[in-house]
C-alpha cells in the first residue's frame, strides 16, 4: 500500500472534521444567545394617511436550518468519503491486479488478487470498533508530513510498464522524399515550373517577341481581346442608365459619355442587351457584397462569374458552348503529367521494371494531380461526332480514350478556355494551377500527335479583377503570355469588357479552335475508326 496516498487522503479528512467541528461550536454558541427582538412603533409614530402592505419579512426558519449541522453525520459522511479516496488511491498505485491478470501467461509478473487488494484496504482504513474518527485520526498525526516532500511509489515492486519501441531508421522512400527538389506544395512557384518537363515560363508579350517568334495565331487573339474600343456599353442603354441614377435604390453614378459605343459593332446583339444590363448590375451588387464580406471563391463563382459567362452564352455565338465545372476532374493518365526536375518519364524505357515508384515520385505525383481549375469553356459536339469519336476509342488504350487532359466526365469534350479562381487567404498561386493544367492539355496533344500551334487561352478571376493568359509552344516547352487586362466587376463600364472579351473568346472558340479540331482531332479520329467521314 503506498503510504503517499494514504496519508494524503487522511490529511484531507483532517480539514473537514476540523471544519465540522468549529462549525458545531460555532451553532451551539448562538443557540446559547438570548433572543432580542425589536420593539413594535407606537401607533402615534405611524403617518396618517392610507394603509399600506408592509413587505413580509424574511423567514427564521430558513437560517436556522442552514446553521443546523449534525456533527455525527457530517464526520460519518467525511469518514465515508475519506475512506472511498483512500481505496481510490490505493488501486491506482497498486493496479497490478488487472495488468497482471491480462501479463499472465504472456512474461508479465502476476499482479496482486482481489483478497490482498480488500485486505490491504482494509488495513490502510485502521478500523476498530469502540474507535471514534477522532481517536483514529490523532493515531497517524505524529507520522503526517507536508505531501510535498512525498517521493512516488517505486515501481520495482509492481508490474513494468513496456518500453517503447526504438526509433526506426529512415527508409530508402523516406530518404528520397526530403530531396531538395520535391517541393512542398505551397512553395511551388512559376520559377520552379521553368525547370520542369515541360518547361512553363511566364512573360510579357514584349518580352517574349525579344526572345523568339510568338505564332500568328497567338498574335491575332492577343490583339482582338487588347484592341477594344474605348466605350463598351451599348448607346441604346443611355437612356436607362440615366434613368437608374434618378431611382432612391438605384441611385449610381451614370457611365461616362466616352463609355458608350459610339455605334452598333454587331458584338452584342440588340435583343439580349437588356438583359446583359441586368445581369451585369445584379453582378456588380453581388462583387461589392462578396468583397465586402471577404467571401470564399465559391460564393464568387456562383454569385458573379457564373451568371456573366452564361449570360455571353445565351447569345447566338455561344449556343454552340458550355460551361463545365472542372474543379473535381483529376489529370489523367500519368503521362501527361508534367515532371519534376531531373524526373524521368513513365514511358522512359530506363525506368522501366524498376518495381514500385518511390515516396518522393508519389508526392510529386499528387502536387501535379491536384492542380485543377475551377471552370472551362468546351465545344458542343454533334450526334454523329460523338459516334465516330466512340467508335476512334475503341482502337486505344482505355487510359486514352479522352479528348482533353482528364478522365472524367469531360473526356468527350474539347476545352477552349479554362478559368482559374483565386482562394481567399490561400498559399497558391493562381497561375501555377492554370499553368499546369494548360500544360496537361499540350502533352494530351503532343501524344495524339495533334499540331500545338493553336493558342490555349486561360483566365484568372482574383476578386473583382480579371486576367487572361495566352499559352503556346516554342522549343519543346511552353510560353505563357500574361497577365492581362480582361475587366473588372468593380465598376459597371468594367463589367461591360467582361462580357465584351468574353463574347471574342467565345466567337474565336466557334471559328478557329473548332476549324483546328476538325482538321486534327476528327481526322485522327478517322484514322482509328476507318470509316471516311
Known sequence: ????????????????????????????????????????????????????????????????????????????RLKRMANSSQDNALMDDEAGYKSGRRGRGRGRPPGPGRASIRAATAE???????????????????????????????????????????????????????????????????TYLEGCTPSIKLRTLETARKSGDVPQPVMDLYISLVDTPGGIIPLALKHRYEEDSLTPRKSRQPPFAGQYLPQQDGSIPPSCQEGAKAVIDQAVRNAERNHREGAHEGQWRTTVVTPLINEVLRWPQGLGVRLLSVENCAIEPSDIRMLRPGECSPADESSKGKGKETEADKTWKDLSTVRMVDCSLGLFLDEPVCDLISKAFRNINDYEQSLNQSMSYIRHTPLLL??????????????????????????????????????????????????????????????????????????????WEILYRLNILVQWGVGKYQDWFNEQVL???????????
Request: glycine share 6%.
Open 1 to 76: 500500500m503506498s503510504s503517499h496516498a494514504t496519508k494524503t487522503s487522511v490529511k484531507v479528512w483532517i480539514d473537514a472534521v476540523t471544519e465540522a467541528t468549529q462549525q458545531r461550536k460555532l451553532n451551539q454558541r448562538k443557540s446559547n444567545e438570548p433572543r432580542s427582538r425589536k420593539p413594535n412603533p407606537s401607533p402615534v409614530s405611524q403617518p396618517l394617511g392610507p394603509t399600506t402592505h408592509n413587505p413580509r419579512p424574511a423567514k427564521r426558519s430558513s437560517e436556522k436550518a442552514a446553521s443546523r449541522v449534525n456533527p455525527g453525520r457530517a464526520c460519518k
Open 124 to 190: 490502510a482504513r485502521g478500523r476498530r470498533k469502540g474507535q471514534s474518527p477522532v481517536e483514529e485520526v490523532t493515531e497517524d498525526l505524529s507520522n503526517m508530513v507536508p505531501s510535498t516532500i512525498f517521493e512516488p511509489p517505486s515501481l520495482g515492486s509492481g508490474p513494468r510498464s513496456r518500453t517503447t519501441s526504438p526509433t526506426k531508421s529512415p527508409s530508402k522512400a523516406s530518404r528520397a522524399k526530403m530531396f531538395a527538389d520535391a517541393k512542398k506544395d505551397s512553395t511551388i512557384d512559376m
Open 418 to 495: 479554362d478559368f482559374e479562381l483565386k482562394k481567399t487567404n490561400q498559399a497558391r498561386d493562381p497561375q501555377v494551377q492554370l499553368a499546369i493544367w494548360l500544360a496537361a492539355a499540350y502533352l494530351k496533344r503532343k501524344h495524339h500527335g495533334w499540331n500545338t500551334s493553336i493558342p490555349m487561352p486561360g483566365l484568372v478571376v482574383n476578386g473583382h479583377e480579371w486576367n487572361f493568359y495566352i499559352a503556346f509552344e516554342r522549343d519543346n516547352g511552353l510560353i505563357l503570355i500574361g497577365p492581362e487586362r480582361f475587366g473588372s466587376t468593380a465598376k459597371i463600364a468594367s463589367t
Open 523 to 533: 481526322s485522327w479520329a478517322r484514322k482509328l475508326a476507318g470509316e471516311n467521314y
